[in-house]
């Protein structure tokens, strides 16, 4: 997507808990402001908030990229995990702006990896990466997001779209049996968002009370990550260590399924919540854990994502391809 002649543009990254915006004049993403979605009703009305805020004009813009947690296909997008429903096209007559493109989050967020420095992430789990390989990104938050970036011969990459976090959730003991079966009876399919994700940490934790008989408390996704961290409940600690197993053993598949030896990225605002309660050594154990495949995902590196803006990031090198 080419820049328009009108040298600005709109950065938008809509989530099912955060609208983040920016505006780009030919390089990165700047005057980054987040909005929470709950205090609007769509894409509209949340970019004229921003704008207004940041003293910027719609007919001043000469495009506008939006990421969305959702499939993108055609005109309508709804999201996911929000109540929001826009016309691609209408949003785009109604603001004023020449152009506007939207894209699946996670593939924002994949185009923004090769221009990550080391200090943008933490390293997991320590590695070789191969040249010109596949790169792969997960990321728990309201869901689970799933993203990639295949290498092209002419140099650049493509990112690739996926819904990857509604496959099934696999159990390998008991344990996580009895809470997929619980998580399967409560939701008709038992999705791997449905356990890692924020909402997903949250019914573990509930799942495994209601499993021993002990008292329901419904604790928020926040609450879990706090006792946790805290080692002050049992139940939210090995909800943690659900969440940090399941995820590194999803993870695994995603690097085997894309071929992702350029690197596994982390991302999501759940997993940056459960701060050091993360079971970083389970999550590699579950990880690797692929059978005769194992040598082929150790070399792999794992980091994680700390720079806030990533996926805007990725959408200003949108508009440069």
């Known amino acids: 997507m080419n820049r328009s002649e009108n040298g600005v543009a709109l950065l938008a990254d809509i989530g099912g808990t955060h609208a983040r915006f920016a505006l780009c004049r030919g390089g990165g993403p700047t005057r980054l402001r987040v909005l929470p979605t709950v205090e609007y009703g769509d894409l509209e009305s949340a970019t004229r908030a921003y704008l207004a805020r940041e003293q910027t004009e719609p007919a001043e813009l000469g495009a506008a990229v939006v990421a969305v947690a959702a499939p993108v296909h055609g ?53 070789e990466p191969a040249r010109d390989r596949a790169l792969a990104v997960i990321g728990p938050g309201t869901g689970l997001g799933v993203g990639g970036l295949l290498p092209m011969p002419d140099g650049h990459w493509l990112p690739v779209e996926s819904e990857g976090g509604h496959r099934d959730l696999a159990a390998t003991d008991e344990r996580e049996w009895q809470v997929v ?73 995603l690097a085997l399924t894309l071929g992702a030896r350029g690197g596994v990225f982390l991302a999501g605002g759940a997993l940056a919540g459960l701060g050091q309660a993360f079971d970083r050594a389970l999550f590699v154990e579950r990880f690797r854990a692929k059978g005769r495949f194992r040598e082929y995902l150790a070399p792999i590196p794992v980091h994680r994502i700390t720079r806030v803006d990533a996926s805007l990031l990725g959408l200003s090198r949108a508009l440069q391809a």
């Open 75 to 127: 005109d309508e997008v709804e999201l996911t995990n929000l109540g929001w429903r826009f016309s691609i096209e209408g949003t785009r007559r109604a603001l004023g702006i020449p152009r506007l493109v939207a894209l699946n989050d996670f593939a924002a967020l994949a185009l923004s990896l090769p221009a990550l420095s080391a200090g943008d992430l933490e390293t997991i789990a320590e590695g």
């Open 181 to 253: 079966e619980r998580l399967r009876a409560r939701f008709g399919h038992a999705s791997a968002e449905r356990a890692i994700s924020g909402p997903g940490l949250a019914a573990i934790d509930a799942t495994l009370r209601e499993i021993d008989c002990a008292p329901l408390s419904h604790l928020a996704p926040e609450e879990v990550s706090a006792r946790a961290r805290g080692h002050l409940d049992p139940h939210a600690v090995e909800a943690v260590r659900l969440f940090s197993g399941w995820l590194g053993a999803v993870a695994g598949d």
